[in-house]
């Protein structure tokens, strides 16, 4: 038998499969991000109180099988976890290197 999760008012059990997939399709999983990656999604999912059930990462895109409950739409989720995590790993393969957001550097050029 199933188990169902439950909110106050509802008995669910919604997953649903996402596949993420990087712009022309580069090979960009590997190596450190691939450690990396892993750990941001499975985060930023429980920020949003869903889960990632299944998870598979490929050179060129990630499949993703997720837990999301219905007080949440899939497209926010899944746009939260897109967003956050390509934050979190630019600044990752930034390596120190300083990145000024396009709103701050008009604000840097105005005060000077």
């Given at each position: 038998?199933?188990?169902?999760?439950?909110?106050?008012?509802?008995?669910?059990?919604?997953?649903?499969?996402?596949?993420?997939?990087?712009?022309?399709?580069?090979?960009?999983?590997?190596?450190?991000?691939?450690?990396h990656i892993g750990e941001v999604l499975h985060d930023l999912a429980n920020q949003k109180e869903?889960?990632?059930?299944?998870?598979?990462?490929?050179?060129?895109?990630?499949?993703?099988?997720?837990?999301?409950?219905?007080?949440?739409?899939?497209?926010?989720?899944?746009?939260?976890?897109?967003?956050?995590?390509?934050?979190?790993?630019?600044?990752?393969?930034?390596?120190?290197?300083?990145?000024?957001?396009?709103?701050?550097?008009?604000?840097?050029?105005?005060?000077?």
């Amino acid at each position: 038998m199933k188990e169902y999760q439950s909110l106050s008012h509802t008995r669910w059990d919604c997953k649903y499969h996402v596949v993420f997939i990087p712009k022309r399709r580069k090979k960009l999983i590997f190596g450190k991000v691939r450690k990396h990656i892993g750990e941001v999604l499975h985060d930023l999912a429980n920020q949003k109180e869903s889960a990632i059930v299944e998870g598979h990462l490929m050179l060129d895109h990630i499949h993703m099988c997720i837990s999301i409950p219905p007080k949440y739409s899939v497209s926010h989720v899944v746009g939260f976890i897109k967003g956050k995590s390509a934050i979190a790993i630019a600044r990752q393969l930034s390596r120190g290197r300083k990145w000024i957001p396009p709103n701050e550097m008009v604000l840097t050029d105005a005060l000077q």
